[in-house]
């Protein structure tokens, strides 16, 4: 019964796996098609990414409960999250705005990494400090022509569900240089396999996330903040998003 369920999952992932891959060259197709007939690109981009995202989501089983202050969210912002998924992006995206910061692997992905740069994305090879500098570079630029960024301040997957890595504190530098407000954002999978565990592979992960019929998360968004201190930064950011998470496990 058991082996006979584990193949009804493995289906039922395999099948959103082709969903969602026709969804994308669906948006992609009328997103060219239409692209040279609007001024604003970047921002004809974004709403096509959030759409993708949204649509996504739906085909993917996923109810996402987004928390949020009474503050408005400003124009623009640093974001910075924990990292549980691959798929911590395209839940992100689809509720707020942002550049995100991910390795530079994911431009050699075919369609995806195609879509992601016409979307808008910031490459770092993170064991290439050159390349973490000119990676801070484009987000304090980003920041400073009044665009949202998201990162990932740990550098790599969480090490559990409720715990965190040491943040990184020079992206942080980048919201100060450009006197952008920071944003925290808790993510938390309510379902188990939400979690991608360092011993799975990613399409291992994606059979095992989104083979079960449907999963909730919840998306807890922090008030802005300005900062002067990027050490500052750091420490606040880190203890508000994990004080969130130990919240919402135990509220799950």
């Given at each position: 019964m058991l082996e006979k369920l584990k193949v009804l999952n493995h289906i039922l992932a395999g099948i959103r796996?082709?969903?969602?891959?026709?969804?994308?060259?669906?948006?992609?197709?009328?997103?060219?098609l239409s692209e040279p007939l609007v001024k604003n690109k970047f921002n004809y981009a974004r709403k096509w990414r959030r759409l993708y995202c949204?649509?996504?989501?739906?085909?993917?089983g996923c109810r996402v409960y987004y928390k949020s202050s009474s503050t408005p969210l400003p124009t623009?912002?640093?974001l910075v999250s924990n990292?549980?998924?691959?798929?911590d992006p395209l839940v992100t995206l689809a509720f707020l705005d942002g550049m995100p910061v991910a390795k530079a692997e994911i431009r050699k992905y075919p369609i995806i990494g195609y879509a992601a740069l016409k979307t808008g994305?910031?490459?770092?090879?993170?064991?290439?400090?050159?390349?973490?500098?000119?990676?801070?570079?484009?987000?304090?630029?980003?920041?400073?022509?009044?665009?949202?960024?998201?990162?990932?301040?740990?550098?790599?997957?969480?090490?559990?569900?409720?715990?965190?890595?040491?943040?990184?504190?020079?992206?942080?530098?980048?919201?100060?240089?450009?006197?952008?407000?920071v944003i925290c954002l808790a993510i938390h999978y309510h379902h188990k396999n939400g979690y991608w565990e360092s011993k799975r592979s990613i399409l291992k992960q994606f059979f095992c996330q989104f083979g079960v019929w449907s999963q909730n998360i919840t998306l807890k968004v922090s008030d802005s903040q300005h900062y002067n201190k990027r050490q500052k930064a750091s420490i606040e950011a880190q203890s508000w998003i994990q004080k969130e998470l130990i919240k919402l496990e135990d509220d799950s």
């Open positions: 796996a082709i969903l969602i891959v026709i969804l994308l060259l669906i948006c992609l197709f009328f997103f060219l949204k649509l996504s989501l739906k085909i993917l623009h912002y640093l990292h549980h998924s691959f798929s994305i910031i490459y770092v090879k993170r064991e290439e400090k050159n390349s973490r500098k000119n990676a801070r570079e484009s987000i304090t630029e980003a920041l400073e022509k009044g665009r949202s960024v998201l990162v990932y301040p740990e550098g790599t997957i969480s090490p559990s569900r409720q715990s965190l890595h040491s943040f990184r504190n020079g992206v942080f530098q980048s919201a100060i240089q450009s006197n952008s407000p």
